[in-house]
């Protein structure tokens, strides 16, 4: 379960499509790359024979192959920190769980309420939880 930074409500994160999401945009990352360097090489070439007009088509190509690049390597590195904050969060709401003897849904709600009282993501909250076992 995770904080919702829209609503601030708690909101459940399925991992497996954030895995399966994450693994997509690694990939169409790595196509993108390959896109972009047959656009490259078919860019030297056009130069090389004097395909000026031809040449200026492939760089403005080359350019929004790699903002797409770009975009989709963004978009992989966040689904990244977003796995890593969720694991993070799970492991807070076990320790408390565990210290504290409580329902999950109350050991979030502790965390949540915590994240708004000192004004923090919920996610440094969780950090702190598992480096020492308390709020």
Request: glycine residues 4%; aromatic residues 2%; without cysteine.
């Amino acid at each position: 379960m995770t904080h919702s930074t829209e609503t601030g409500e708690p909101s459940s994160v399925d991992l497996p499509a954030l895995r399966t999401w994450n693994q997509e945009a690694r990939v169409r990352a790595a196509e993108l790359r390959v896109q972009i360097e047959t656009r490259r090489q078919q860019h030297r070439e056009l130069t090389d024979r004097g395909g000026r007009s031809a040449a200026a088509a492939s760089a403005t190509e080359l350019a929004e192959l790699r903002a797409r690049a770009e975009t989709a390597e963004r978009r992989a590195d966040n689904l990244e920190r977003a796995l890593a904050s969720n694991r993070r969060i799970g492991m807070a709401v076990g320790i408390l769980l565990e210290r504290l003897h409580v329902p999950e849904e109350q050991a979030f709600e502790l965390l949540r309420q915590e994240s708004m009282r000192r004004n923090i993501r919920l996610a440094q909250v969780a950090e702190t939880v598992v480096y020492t076992g308390t709020l």
